[in-house]
């Protein structure tokens, strides 16, 4: 990776766990310079604007995050209902405190950001989308296998379960506890053991 590559991902992944930590509108640019020793000049270099590096983290740093964490790992083989809550219960083993003290990086910019920036709306909606639509194809696929109740609705299921994980870690966010995530995610595992034949 050149120099050039190296100072943009760390201005990258500085901003990301800055605006993680803090909000996008509340992040700050000096912090995120002296994280990592780069110039402002730089910063301005690789982003023209705060904006830039917000729309940058979530098409980079957030997209990637998504499809390691959730998107790749629902389309390993197996009943689909098993691999979804092999995905889940895997998140569930591996979350951090902080991930519990923040919630999820994607929510929280949808809260804050969607209402009023329509090109933090359009990313956001893009990867909620994708990740709708691997749950749904993961659904629909498993309707054709005979493994999934015909009677379902595979887009609307989709969407149900992706809000119900994102209202999942926002539940547990606000009452800063792990208990309360566990409780919210047994009640999704229930829900897809219902989708079964």
Excluded at 69 to 82: K, N, V, Y
Excluded at 130 to 154: F, H, M, Y
Aim: glycine fraction near 8%; proline fraction near 3%.
């Amino acid at each position: 990776m050149a120099d050039a590559d190296k100072t943009r991902q760390a201005l990258l992944e500085a901003a990301y766990e800055e605006i993680y930590r803090n909000g996008f509108q509340a992040a700050s640019l000096n912090t995120i310079l002296e994280r990592t020793g780069v110039t402002k000049g730089a910063l301005y270099h690789h982003f023209s604007s705060k904006q830039k590096l917000g729309y940058a983290v979530i098409d980079e740093i957030i997209s990637e995050k998504l499809d390691r964490e959730w998107l790749t790992p629902i389309q390993q083989s197996g009943h689909p209902i098993d691999v979804m809550i092999d995905v889940i219960q895997l998140a569930g083993q591996q979350i951090t405190s902080q991930q519990i003290d923040q919630g999820c990086p994607l929510n929280n910019l949808a809260q804050e950001m969607s209402p009023i920036d329509p090109g933090f709306r359009q990313r956001i909606d893009h990867l909620y989308r994708k990740w709708q639509q691997s749950i749904e194809k993961l659904l629909r696929d498993g309707q054709q296998d005979g493994a999934v109740k015909a009677s379902i609705n595979p887009a609307d299921a989709a969407l149900f379960i992706l809000a119900s994980l994102e209202g999942c870690l926002g539940i547990a966010k606000n009452a800063q506890s792990i208990d309360e995530l566990k409780r919210c995610a047994q009640g999704l595992v229930g829900y897809l053991d219902s989708l079964r034949c």
